[in-house]
């Protein structure tokens, strides 16, 4: 709902914007008999012809379920299934002409790959001589031309991924939907697919709804970003809208490596175009974008990414204390993480939060365990969200900080 | 095998027995050396040993034997040695048309049950979690009473005087009684509710097993154009045909063991080898010739056992087979190579190179099966380095050149394909349905009959209300009484004995290496396989010879070699999902294996071994053929004390005897499901154990157990 609300900033590849509804639900809510709680709760979510969308969210966020009510494996309870710009609402599975890709492949083992991929096809009734071709043709286009002949067991699990996209393919779907497709592959070939995957839907300008519960793998290919949790829709929009604003605490926690820290909205900064305000956040004071209605006053929760804060020196920082404002804080490290490409720090700060702290790798100090520390904001406007979302308050309160710090720091990228 | 090179370094010198195990979980305990292992094994094994293969042997020896030709005080000639019994038993048409009711019994029998065993375990396994979970055991439920309760319901029902005579006849539909009895229909009917219930498990295990992996094939067939019941022949369907195979094969050998059924339900040209086998014995007193007999009697068996693992094989290695439809595709994409001047070079990717392309198919397979591939683009074209702006072209070509039948919009849909589907479900749903109340309604008719106050047997009638005098009855006549009390000391002796070797040799099967691992299987499965009349006349044979004959405890013993295999199967298949690499961490932890065994996989054992040893109880209390070859006046069963009653006089008694046997049984199996319930839900199950729906009590793992072979 939220979601909907949020329908100016979803960006340009928002539908009503261009092109038609390829495929979305609308309203939706969606419970399976045997379980208490919706699976999804009047989700509306639609996606444009031609549109790379990447559901994304926990396990049990109901990612899944949208994609099988789009597919239609399941039926909604409430609300209307879209496809092609009207309503496919009880329309059986077979007659839906949309393409779906399985993260256990659901290659048929009894079938050699060029049947595989000609499966649609034969239910289809197509001719023969259309059958070659277009198998063909399917498996040219992932680079499995020459292993028509083979079982799916004689393929390596990058190549069955590749057939089981070949043969969602060869239908010509009209959407094309992926159910976390890249999971079982290591990491390498994960983001040759990536790659590849994107490239294809470029090429053949298909309509791709794409399941994943890894974020790198949505914000690198999606067009548009719809992130889902509890089976509510929590904000829509491209990768960078939802990354750099996100619209409530959970999407603000859920993506990278963010610090929400508490703060009352002051006064509006003086010049700036936007709504700005300044709010002390852990006695700083910094110019935050407020959320929508936000008065003077309020209690927000005021997003400070990782990457935007940096270390440095306490004596280096006090001395260039006096211009632009102190957007500094001292603390304690209290974790360091060595990732690569950067160095993850939990800090301390002195009122008690404890901040993520990002370090690229060419950053010029490396901090123990212990050292007293400057924690410098290097962007210009914070972004802020309501505190209250759909999580308990005091998540954001020092203290509960320090434990998910400490998680992210022995869980690696989770 | 990471597991095999960890071995030798725990334990330098490994007998060649020690290998850990082989199976989809990890290796466990390291080996802990050949004598460990045949240790586990040998009580299972003595068992086999002395009560199956020695009787075998024995019974060899006997049908080479002259006969005592009428001498009633010798069964044989001793020391004698003639061909006269097999070859009078292959030539004399009698026999003959033994032999062939027997394997004709067995063939339409198996074909039954497989067309209603197939539906109903889809049915079973797709119902929702509780119903699923009932509709099993009770279709498990007339395997699990006296086959002598069913085929008493079935009498019931078909006889000439029967209720389905009758209901037929008060509705004005018939003139006349159907012949609805003593023809093969009726025999078919009766054997085939007592055998059904195996290929039914077997089949819902295959399914269960596949799982996910099935239902989500079935789906993405669904969403490639397949309706449900075309994606469900070509996805489930093909892949459970070898499980189904092999529940085939169970069938066949339970049906040809046919003994009750055709003497109950049917007329003397129905009448099968076992049948056949009892009359030599106690009627003709001619051992040698129902020696002989009972070995061409195992000979049929394992025709059409091998006939069954044929299929079953065949099904199993014969992935490649290519739907019809498509052949062509294949022989076009064979015919690449040919073309290609290189023979043989089929699917080897350097000779393939060349044409991999799409465009390259499509010219080739134009030329080789006459396809007109004029507007076709040019091989060199896409040679020649432009490949791709070709490939572009192509897209573009293939995207927008829509395959018109392809376009099965949203909208393409139908009130029709509402109207099928509506219309299959509630066919499937009424079949499954209907074929649970038939399973059923033996059971129930005799339950029912047991409650009659008249003299005659019947049912009820609602005005003379229901009455217990013929349980009464059963209560005070001390013959009824003994063979209870006889019937109960058997189960307990065929239990205490099976249970803890067929749990031991669980224990140490999977420790052998690969061929003798699955020779020694075989070997302890085997009593399953051999018919009832055929372990019946060899217990009496030797027991004969040995003097035993009569003792107390012989159809205990017998019964313990019988049921031995399902102790084995069912704490195998335990053991195999119990995740035991919980005892490696306990062992990790310092414990040492046997204390790892004792304390952690043991106490995930109990449930399994409840239901083993309910399992065997019960198989003990129901078995007749077996009890009535050894029966003598002191050691009567209550099946074998029915049995003549069922045949010769019928009274109500019967049915309240058969009753009793049915509520015990019932009674037994809901403790056993209380017990092994709160038994799973202490020691959770294992994350990668597969879902048998809360049937904790191992009968569908054993089902599994089987589908796997």
């Known amino acids: 709902m939220r979601a909907a609300a949020a329908a100016p900033e979803s960006g340009p590849a928002a539908p009503g914007g261009h092109g038609n509804v390829a495929a979305g639900l609308r309203g939706v809510t969606m419970r399976y008999p045997s379980q208490a709680e919706p699976a999804l709760r009047h989700v509306t979510l639609e996606v444009a012809e031609g549109e790379f969308v990447c559901l994304l969210g926990p396990s049990g966020s109901g990612k899944t379920t949208a994609l099988r009510l789009i597919a239609g494996h399941e039926q909604p309870q409430s609300g209307t299934v879209v496809l092609g710009g009207c309503s496919a609402n009880g329309v059986p599975a077979h007659r839906r002409n949309v393409g779906m890709v399985y993260q256990s492949h659901a290659l048929f083992p009894h079938l050699t790959v060029a049947h595989n991929v000609a499966f649609g096809l034969r239910m289809r009734g197509v001719a023969r001589a259309a059958q070659y071709e277009r198998v063909a043709w399917a498996l040219d286009l992932v680079r499995l031309g020459q292993a028509g002949e083979r079982y799916p067991d004689e393929l390596s699990g990058g190549q069955q991924q590749r057939v089981a996209l070949a043969r969602a393919l060869a239908i010509e779907p009209s959407v094309l939907l992926l159910d976390e497709p890249f999971a079982n592959l290591d990491r390498h070939l994960r983001d040759d697919m990536r790659l590849e995957l994107k490239a294809l839907q470029r090429r053949l300008g298909i309509t791709t709804i794409f399941v994943t519960h890894d974020q790198e793998e949505a914000l690198a290919l999606a067009d548009r970003i719809a992130i889902l949790s509890g089976g509510r829709l929590e904000q829509t929009g491209p990768p960078e809208l939802v990354y750099h604003r996100p619209q409530n605490a959970f999407v603000a926690r859920f993506l990278g490596e963010m610090n929400l820290l508490p703060a009352a909205l002051g006064q509006p900064v003086p010049g700036s175009g936007e709504d700005l305000r300044l709010a002390l956040v852990a006695r700083v004071p910094l110019a935050v974008r407020p959320p929508s209605g936000a008065r003077r006053g309020d209690i927000v929760a005021v997003c400070l990414r990782g990457e935007h804060l940096r270390l440095a020196p306490l004596s280096e920082v006090s001395l260039g204390a006096g211009e632009g404002g102190a957007r500094h804080w001292s603390g304690t490290i209290e974790l360091a993480t060595y990732r690569g490409a950067a160095t993850h720090y939990a800090v301390t700060l002195e009122g008690g939060h404890t901040v993520r702290v990002v370090e690229p790798a060419a950053a010029p100090a490396r901090w123990r365990v212990g050292d007293r520390v400057a924690v410098v904001w290097i962007a210009g406007v914070a972004h802020s969200v309501w505190p209250n979302g759909d999580t308990p308050r005091d998540v954001i309160v020092a203290g509960r900080q320090r434990s998910t710090a400490g998680e992210a720091g022995a869980g690696g990228a989770a | ?709």
């Not at chain 2, 040492?592 to 309910?614: D, E, G, K, N, S």
């Not at chain 2, 399992?615 to 049995?643: D, G, H, K, Q, Y």
Request: with cysteine.
């Open chain 2, 1 to 709: 095998m990471i597991a095999g090179q960890e071995a030798p370094v725990q334990r330098p010198a490994a007998s060649p027995l020690a290998r850990p195990l082989r199976l989809a979980l990890p290796p466990l305990r390291p080996p802990v050396g050949g004598t460990a292992t045949w240790a586990l094994l040998a009580p299972a094994l003595a068992l086999t040993v002395m009560l199956l293969i020695v009787p075998t042997l024995w019974l060899v020896r006997l049908s080479l034997l002259e006969s005592g030709a009428g001498d009633a005080a010798r069964f044989y000639v001793p020391s004698s040695f003639t061909l006269a019994q097999y070859r009078q038993v292959l030539t004399d048409p009698y026999f003959g048309a033994v032999v062939w009711s027997t394997v004709r019994l067995a063939l339409v029998t198996g074909a039954v049950c497989l067309a209603v065993a197939y539906p109903l375990a889809v049915w079973i396994t797709r119902a929702r979690r509780p119903v699923g979970g009932v509709a099993l055991w009770l279709v498990s439920l007339p395997k699990l009473t006296n086959a002598l309760v069913v085929l008493y319901g079935v009498l019931l029902l078909l006889g000439n005087a029967g209720l389905l005579n009758r209901a037929l006849l008060a509705l004005g539909v018939i003139r006349t009684p159907l012949p609805l009895f003593a023809n093969l229909f009726a025999v078919v009917t009766g054997e085939v509710l007592l055998v059904v219930p195996y290929p039914v498990m077997m089949v819902a295990g295959a399914l269960w097993a596949g799982g996910r992996e099935l239902r989500e094939m079935e789906e993405a067939a669904r969403g490639l154009g397949a309706s449900p019941l075309r994606a469900f022949l070509e996805t489930t369907f093909r892949l459970t045909l070898p499980g189904a195979a092999l529940a085939l094969l169970v069938t066949l050998v339970w049906a040809a063991g046919a003994f009750a059924a055709p003497l109950v339900l049917g007329n003397p040209a129905l009448y099968t080898a076992a049948v056949e086998i009892h009359t030599q014995t106690f009627e003709r007193l001619n051992w040698p010739l129902a020696a002989a007999l009972a070995i061409v009697h195992l000979a049929i068996v394992a025709a059409l056992a091998a006939a069954a693992l044929t299929l079953h094989g065949r099904r199993a290695t014969r992935r490649r087979t290519s739907p019809p439809a498509l052949s062509g595709l294949s022989q076009v994409q064979r015919a690449k190579p040919a073309l290609s001047t290189a023979e043989g070079c089929n699917g080897r990717p350097e000779l393939v190179e060349g044409m991999q392309s799409a465009h390259n198919w499509g010219v080739r397979d134009g030329s080789t099966i006459g396809t007109s591939s004029g507007t076709r683009t040019p091989l060199s074209r896409e040679r020649n380095g432009v490949r791709a702006a070709a490939a572009e072209a192509v897209d573009r070509r293939v995207w927008d050149r829509t395959l018109l039948r392809m376009s099965v919009a949203a909208r393409g849909w139908s009130f029709r394909d509402r109207m099928t589907g509506w219309f299959g479900r509630s066919m499937f749903h009424a079949f499954a349905l209907l074929t649970l109340a038939v399973l059923l309604c033996p059971l129930v008719f005799s339950l029912l009959v047991s409650l009659t106050p008249e003299e005659t047997i019947g049912l009820p009638a609602p005005e003379r209300g229901l009455s217990l005098r013929w349980y009464v009855a059963l209560g005070r006549d001390p013959l009824w009484l003994r063979a209870f009390a006889h019937s109960l000391l058997t189960a307990a002796v065929a239990t205490g004995l099976a249970v803890p070797a067929g749990a031991l040799a669980a224990a140490g099967i999977d420790r052998l290496p690969d061929g003798a691992r699955r020779g020694v299987t075989l070997l302890l499965i085997a009593p399953l396989f051999v018919p009832g009349a055929v372990l019946g006349l060899q217990a009496l044979a030797l027991s004969y010879r040995l003097g035993l004959w009569g003792t107390p405890y012989s159809t205990g013993l017998a019964h313990a070699m019988w049921t031995a295999p399902l102790a084995f199967l069912v704490v195998r298949a335990a053991l195999r999902v119990t995740d035991r690499r919980l005892e490696e961490v306990a062992r990790g932890l310092g414990a040492p294996p046997v204390a790892a065994f004792c304390l952690i996989t043991l106490p995930r054992l109990w449930p399994a071994l409840a239901a083993a040893a309910f399992l065997c109880a019960v198989m003990s209390l129901n078995e007749l053929p077996m009890a009535l070859f050894l029966a003598t006046a002191s050691n009567r069963t209550l099946p074998t004390l029915i049995w003549p009653q069922l045949r010769y006089n019928l009274t109500p008694i019967v049915a309240a005897a058969s009753s009793v046997l049915l509520l015990l049984t019932i009674a037994g199996l809901l403790v056993a499901a209380v017990l092994a319930g709160r038994l799973v839900r202490r020691s959770e199950r294992p994350a990668g154990a597969p879902d048998t729906r809360g049937d904790a009590t191992g009968i569908p793992s054993a089902g599994v157990l089987y589908a796997h072979g």
